[in-house]
């Protein structure tokens, strides 16, 4: 989730009179409720956290949506849409199917172990051609 998204987030709970408590209970970080009061914005301290303690956003979602947050709920799924789309953005269609840029397999020329090129009429190879 990037800061703009996390701070959205944090304005919807706002704007809906959910404390910031109440989303830390649903996603099981009560006991840290104490730590994030003393921030100058515990609402965005808890999703940080939350974050990094490596929850999950359908975990999130989850919560916002027992919470009542169908707006909350909303923005993420945009957030993960637009996401998707910016990663499928990044792949190149191949002909073998899309693959990223870096994926793309790399062709390698295989000359006959005697470096000569056959000619179909049989006749010897131009020598500037070995």
Same mark, same amino acid.
């Given at each position: 989730?990037?800061?703009?998204?996390?701070?959205?987030?944090?304005?919807?709970? %706002?704007?809906?009179?959910?404390?910031? &408590?109440?989303?830390?209970?649903?996603? $099981?970080?009560?006991?840290?409720?104490?730590?994030?009061?003393?921030?100058?914005?515990?609402?965005?301290?808890?999703?940080? !956290?939350?974050?990094? $303690?490596?929850?999950?956003?359908?975990?999130?979602?989850?919560?916002?949506? +027992?919470?009542?947050? !169908?707006?909350?709920?909303?923005?993420?799924?945009?957030?993960?849409?637009?996401?998707?789309?910016?990663? &499928?953005?990044? &792949?190149?269609? +191949?002909?073998? $199917?899309?693959?990223?840029?870096?994926?793309?397999?790399?062709?390698?020329?295989?000359?006959?172990?005697?470096?000569?090129?056959?000619?179909?009429?049989? %006749?010897?190879?131009?020598?500037?051609?070995?």
């Amino acid at each position: 989730m990037d800061i703009e998204t996390l701070g959205k987030l944090c304005e919807i709970l %706002a704007q809906q009179a959910v404390c910031w &408590t109440q989303l830390a209970e649903k996603l $099981g970080m009560l006991t840290l409720a104490h730590l994030y009061q003393k921030c100058p914005s515990p609402c965005k301290s808890l999703l940080e !956290n939350y974050q990094l $303690g490596g929850g999950q956003v359908e975990g999130l979602v989850e919560a916002l949506q +027992s919470l009542g947050l !169908n707006e909350g709920v909303r923005l993420l799924r945009q957030t993960e849409l637009r996401d998707k789309t910016q990663i &499928t953005d990044s &792949t190149v269609d +191949s002909g073998f $199917g899309s693959q990223s840029i870096e994926e793309q397999p790399q062709v390698e020329r295989v000359l006959p172990e005697d470096h000569t090129i056959a000619h179909r009429s049989g %006749a010897a190879p131009h020598p500037l051609l070995l």
